[in-house]
Antibody, heavy 121, light 106 residues
Framework: QLQLQESGSGLVKPSQTLSLTCAVS??????????WSWIRQPPGKGLEWIGY???????SYYPSLNSRVTISLDRSKNQFSLKLTSVTAADTAVYFC?????????????WGQGTLVTVSS | DIQLTQSPSSLSASVGDRVTITCRAS??????LNWYQQKPGKAPKLLIS???SLQTGVPSRFSGGGSGTDFTLTISSLQPEDFATYYC????????FGGGTKVQIK
């Protein structure tokens, strides 16, 4: 059974960098046909896709976040990571990692439980 | 950029009711539309992919339809465990979620 688990700092100061890791078990992040995504949800609001990474290392990011986001793979640990720079209060959200299917529609079929990141001084 | 508009944003219904949620895309996304259910404090759960393909283990009272720009999620007979927020999502271009529909108890 595939499982994803987010970890990282739950409190980040404004202007600093948010860093999260998603540990994947039950499948290899190097397997073809899938992507590995970060998706966030501000308190009481809807879902926002941040970006994904292919097993090859190719990335795609949400345009409005593109200048601040980096997603990377660590194949030796079977995990992938998110870095979001220059954070503000607007980046306060529950951050989910998820697996997507690399075909039309790109459904996200497995999700982590989510981790709340608060941006505050 | 493709926009997704869900309607209604919330609805109140009773157990046993038939409920339909609509998702409209600003341009054709063929059948590249997925539906999720999210309960408070939980991650979203994929219900339907490719507009109408029910995921394994999802009750048959859920169904999806449509193509192009107009899509629907229908719950044929609402059950107590179905009270949740539902999201559509397209990936014809970059992944994008609709604003959500909260289904509440009448």
């Amino acid at each position: 059974q595939l499982q994803l688990q987010e970890s990282g700092s739950g409190l980040v100061k404004p202007s600093q960098t948010l860093s999260l890791t998603c540990a994947v078990s039950g499948a290899s992040i190097s397997s073809g046909g899938y992507t590995w995504s970060w998706i966030r949800q501000p308190p009481g609001k809807g879902l926002e896709w941040i970006g994904y990474i292919y097993p090859s290392g190719t990335t795609s990011y949400y345009p409005s976040l593109n200048s601040r986001v980096t997603i990377s793979l660590d194949r030796s640990k079977n995990q992938f990571s998110l870095k979001l720079t220059s954070v503000t209060a607007a980046d306060t959200a529950v951050y989910f990692c998820a697996r997507g299917h690399d075909f039309g529609g790109h459904p996200f079929d497995y999700w982590g439980q989510g981790t709340l990141v608060t941006v505050s001084s | 950029d493709i926009q997704l508009t869900q309607s209604p944003s919330s609805l109140s219904a009773s157990v046993g009711d038939r409920v339909t949620i609509t998702c409209r895309a600003s341009q054709s996304i063929r059948s590249y539309l997925n539906w999720y259910q999210q309960k408070p404090g939980k991650a979203p759960k994929l219900l339907i992919s490719a507009a109408s393909s029910l995921q394994t283990g999802v009750p048959s009272r859920f169904s999806g339809g449509g193509s192009g720009t107009d899509f629907t999620l229908t719950i044929s007979s609402l059950q107590p465990e179905d009270f949740a927020t539902y999201y559509c999502q397209q990936s014809y271009s970059s992944p994008l979620f609709g604003g959500g529909t909260k289904v509440q108890i009448k």
